[in-house]
């Protein structure tokens, strides 16, 4: 299935213009700063996790399961806000925010005394992955030429996946150290295990501190602009990226579909029948993209390679294999999304997740260890990372009205990560009851499932103007 313009329809506006690309890559790039720090906050969890467990105390599933997901809560209330908040005050100044709130946190959580002012720490730090995760990839395509936008939304998951690594990295470095075999009260006792995890968290502080800077760089988006009545403003931000030619027929087909709306936007026009079809497709994609399982890896390492015969130092440099080959795959997505196109990588990762999770489960249930293990995790990784992980965002970005899509958005980014909190929350207590072969087995159930839905649901929207996707979609 696919979106195909009408015969007499004019071509997208960036269509033979001379487009500004140093310019445009810069901008989108600076705006995806927002996704590396989503991916370093949200995974340097993982390598902390054995220490800052040990230092609190935590030894039940459900207290383990809440210190790894508390921050959910946060990104729920950062993405449900970044809705509103920024079709009042733009993209742009809520992605400065979110950076600020980066600052604060990582440094608040570097510093946490106890395990509630951790959890508090971590909650906060969750609105700035909030914002961050809606609002990086919803900029940038609505600066993005059509034919490119793919791509660039993509660079938005490049950086999370660069985020992960470095976080993954300094995660390893800092406790290269650690003696193998060392005993749980050597880890608690030791500099590992009452600083170094601090310095993770910490040292985020950093990149947050050059996305803020470097977010007064870039314009707002002309489209937020457009339908707020700035439309000189939107015109020349256009024209800079594309040209005056450009810049007249981009700005014509935003304002098309705005037809009078006004910069209020009513969350109940998200209701509207005509609408329903596609919040439902987004909304489902983005649950789909966390019950695939796959940030169970990320979260949920030291327990994964653990039970595959690996002890804690085999851990941390197995953790930095699977930030190495998502890095690598996810070049793979971005030399490919506007090529073979939205459609065809979401059924290949839905699939080919499905068969890896049932061999993983057969690995664990006949008690395989060590290498075959460890390369079906990279495999489920590798297949994550050039499909679901890059491609839900694009067509998230892309597929609603450009009159509600601020609050479309956060409607879909809530919805992923309401779901992320529960595949995060639950791991522990699936992996105590199912063990870890019938909790990935519940995974290929679920990405089977998913496979069937993106087949009959998601249409395929590669080189169409956002305008020309709307009227396609919502009719």
């Not at 969890?45 to 039940?60: C, D, V, Y």
């Not at 793919?150 to 800092?174: D, E, H, K, M, P």
Request: proline share 4%.
């Amino acid at each position: 299935m696919s979106i195909s313009a009408p015969e007499t329809a004019p071509a997208p506006p960036d269509e033979g213009a001379r487009l500004r690309l140093g310019l445009i890559w810069m901008i989108s790039i600076t705006a995806a700063l927002g996704g590396l720090l989503f991916g370093y906050d949200w995974v340097v969890i993982g390598g902390a996790k054995p220490f800052f467990e040990r230092f609190f105390a935590l030894t039940s599933a459900s207290a383990r399961g809440w210190a790894n997901s508390c921050a959910l809560i946060g990104c729920l209330a950062g993405a449900m806000a970044a809705g509103a908040l920024s079709d009042r005050f733009g993209r742009k100044r809520l992605l400065m925010a979110s950076a600020l709130i980066f600052v604060a946190t990582s440094i608040g959580n570097g510093l946490a005394p106890n395990f509630t002012v951790f959890v508090i720490w971590r909650i906060l730090g969750g609105t700035a992955i909030g914002l961050a995760s809606n609002l990086s990839p919803l900029y940038i395509a609505e600066i993005a030429p059509a034919r490119m936008r793919g791509r660039l939304v993509s660079v938005n998951q490049l950086t999370v996946v660069i985020g992960i690594l470095l976080a993954q990295f300094i995660n390893w470095w800092l406790v290269r150290g650690l003696p193998a075999g060392a005993s749980d009260a050597f880890i608690r006792d030791s500099w590992y295990g009452t600083t170094g995890w601090r310095w993770m968290f910490g040292l985020t502080a950093i990149p947050a501190a050059l996305f803020f800077v470097g977010m007064f760089l870039v314009p707002e988006s002309p489209r937020w602009l457009a339908k707020n009545g700035k439309k000189e403003r939107a015109r020349k931000i256009l024209a800079r990226l594309g040209g005056d030619a450009y810049a007249g027929s981009a700005l014509a087909d935003i304002e098309s579909t705005l037809k009078g709306e006004t910069e209020k936007v009513d969350f109940r026009a998200l209701f509207d029948r005509r609408l329903r079809r596609v919040l439902v497709l987004g909304i489902v994609l983005a649950v789909f993209q966390q019950w695939c399982g796959i940030n169970v890896i990320f979260n949920y390492a030291e327990e994964i390679f653990r039970a595959a015969g690996y002890d804690i130092s085999s851990v941390l440099s197995n953790i930095a294999w699977t930030g190495s080959v998502n890095l690598a795959f996810t070049f793979v997505a971005l030399a490919t999304v506007d090529r073979r196109g939205r459609r065809p990588l979401m059924l290949f990762g839905s699939a080919g997740l499905a068969l890896i999770y049932t061999a993983m489960g057969i690995g664990y249930a006949a008690g395989l260890n060590g290498a075959p293990m460890l390369l079906l995790v990279l495999a489920a990784i590798a297949c994550y990372a050039m499909s679901l992980a890059p491609v839900v965002w694009v067509v998230i970005s892309e597929i609603f009205p450009n009159r509600i899509r601020g609050a479309a958005t956060a409607v879909a980014t809530t919805a992923l990560w309401a779901a992320c909190f529960v595949l995060t929350f639950t791991f522990p207590l699936l992996n105590k009851g199912l063990g870890p072969a019938g909790t990935f087995g519940l995974y290929a159930l679920i990405c089977a499932a998913g496979y069937v839905f993106i087949r009959a649901r998601l249409p395929e929207t590669k080189g169409q103007s956002l305008e020309a996707i709307e009227k396609e979609l919502v009719r």
